[in-house]
């Protein structure tokens, strides 16, 4: 099964806090996967701050289009204990 992202909040810098339909909750680095192409606006913290959750794909996405794999993102989150 797909996970679905339900919730995104901007925390700091290309961090940002996700909650999954399945209940998995927890912070997301981003940085290290900023760079060229489409994702290369996301290295302005003010652009990066404007993700949002697309309400067909069930992930993070930008204005530009710019959107990571919900399954990579699920893989991502760092749960807190």
Do not use: S
């Not at 901007?10 to 999954?20: C, I, M, N, S």
């Not at 290290?32 to 067909?56: I, M, N, S």
């Not at 069930?58 to 289009?65: D, E, L, Q, S």
């Amino acid at each position: 099964m797909i996970p679905k992202v339900i919730e995104a909040k901007y925390v700091r810098d290309f961090v940002l806090h996700l909650r999954f339909a399945d209940g998995t909750e927890g912070d997301v680095d981003l940085g290290d996967k900023l760079g060229g192409g489409v994702f290369a606006p996301l290295c302005d913290p003010a652009y990066f701050r404007q993700a949002t959750v697309h309400p067909e794909l069930h992930t993070v996405v930008w204005p530009n289009g710019a959107d990571f794999a919900p399954e990579f993102l699920h893989e991502r989150v760092q749960v807190k204990a």
